[in-house]
């Protein structure tokens, strides 16, 4: 059995990323943040939240991004840690020397 906090698979991180490609191109910038930031030390319980995200149309998962909607408010079957793990995540801000140009 695998455990929750152990690292994805490269595999596993492809299809998940595969999954992550959305219609709006505002989640999109989100997400390709996300895998850049986060891939390397990604945990399969963290790719579930990811996956149930996903399944959320675009403008749900965009009012989810820009706090315009709780999870509760979306979908009360989402309100859980590993989705909002993965949301803060998601939000977590740039640090400056993420966005500075040399």
Partial sequence: ????????DARSLS???????RG????????????RRF?????VSQSQGLMALMDLGDND???L???RKTLAQVDADLDRGDVREVLCMLRKPLERQEYEIS
């Fill in 24 to 35: 709006l191109l505002e989640n999109d910038i989100f997400i390709e943040r996300f895998f």
């Fill in 39 to 43: 891939e390397s030390s990604l945990t």
């Fill in 65 to 67: 991004h820009l706090e």
């Fill in 61 to 63: 998962l965009l009012d």
């Fill in 1 to 8: 059995m695998v455990q929750s906090s152990n690292l994805i």
């Fill in 15 to 21: 299809k998940l990323k595969w999954r992550c490609r």
